[in-house]
């Protein structure tokens, strides 16, 4: 898979590419990339990229001669073109997947007040909001929807990993617990030292359903929930919820 990044700052991205899980992808030839400076597509002496508003406000714009170059050359619209901006769709898992089956992505980071909105019809053909937030720049924004589909795609990481992922059954993580087994005061769960992968099993998806209930209950719909869900959840409710963080006394070691 490729992604083509267009925007004023490379440099922001370029770390990105070259470290860690990512730069192993790179090298592995399972993902690869391409930086492109909007401004080395702009004719003027002073390679200008914005411009003033029409019809007044504060801020600028970015320019369309130098976008449309750099997107023709980038193949879009005939590639799939994300323009990154508090005024898309709201990203999430769902669209990571869906988005991680293209095999050539190209996504414009906006910068100033956004861009003219002649590129947008005529070029982009999503527009993706990263949160309900507004960010000074679009790099960042693009970094996310790189890091949140790169890693769905096969040999990057395993899919073991992904398949316990929050989001991936429609609801958040369960928590999770390392060595050593008492720390401070604070003992893990006796389950999941219990070697019972059944009651594990169990445990983990009642924990799911409780901090999911406590901290995005519009997530928990019917229809995407595990069978043995609905059962669980009403112990859930009749139990009292979830622990929030800062509130699990010292000594106290279960969810049950
Ligand atoms: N005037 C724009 C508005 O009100 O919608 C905000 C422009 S923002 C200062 C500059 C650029 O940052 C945007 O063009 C976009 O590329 C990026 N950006 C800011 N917030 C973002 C978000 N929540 N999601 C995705 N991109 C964002």
């Avoid at 004719?43 to 320019?63: I, P, S």
């Avoid at 709201?90 to 002649?118: H, K, P, T, W």
Wanted: charged fraction near 25%.
């Amino acid at each position: 898979m490729k992604f083509t990044i267009l925007t004023l700052f490379p440099d922001i991205v370029r770390a990105y590419f070259e470290a860690s899980i990512m730069k192993r992808a790179v090298a592995g030839g399972l993902i690869d990339y391409s930086l492109v400076n909007i401004r080395d597509y702009a004719t003027d002496k002073h390679r200008k990229c914005d411009d003033e508003v029409f019809g007044g406000g504060a801020g600028m714009l970015m320019k369309p001669e130098p976008l449309d170059r750099a997107l023709e050359a980038a193949g879009s619209p005939s590639v799939r073109t994300i323009f990154v901006t508090p005024s898309g769709r709201l990203f999430n898992q769902a669209m990571a997947q869906e988005l991680s089956q293209e095999e050539n992505l190209v996504i414009l980071c906006g910068r100033y007040e956004g861009v003219d909105q002649r590129i947008i019809d005529t070029r982009v053909t999503d527009e993706v909001s990263i949160g309900d937030y507004v960010l000074s720049s679009g790099e960042i924004a693009a970094m996310v929807l790189v890091d949140a589909i790169y890693r769905l795609r096969p040999g990057v990481i395993s899919g073991e990993s992904l398949e316990e992922e929050s989001f991936s059954k429609g609801l958040l993580e369960y928590p999770q617990y390392t060595r050593p087994a008492l720390y401070d005061t604070i003992k893990v769960p006796d389950v999941v030292l219990s070697g019972n992968h059944a009651q594990i099993a169990r445990w983990r998806l009642k924990a799911s359903i409780a901090k999911t209930l406590a901290y995005r209950p519009e997530l928990l719909t019917l229809d995407n929930l595990p069978v043995e869900a609905s059962g669980l959840l009403r112990e859930v409710i009749d139990g009292g919820g979830w622990n929030e963080p800062g509130t699990v006394h010292r000594g106290r070691t279960d969810q049950e």
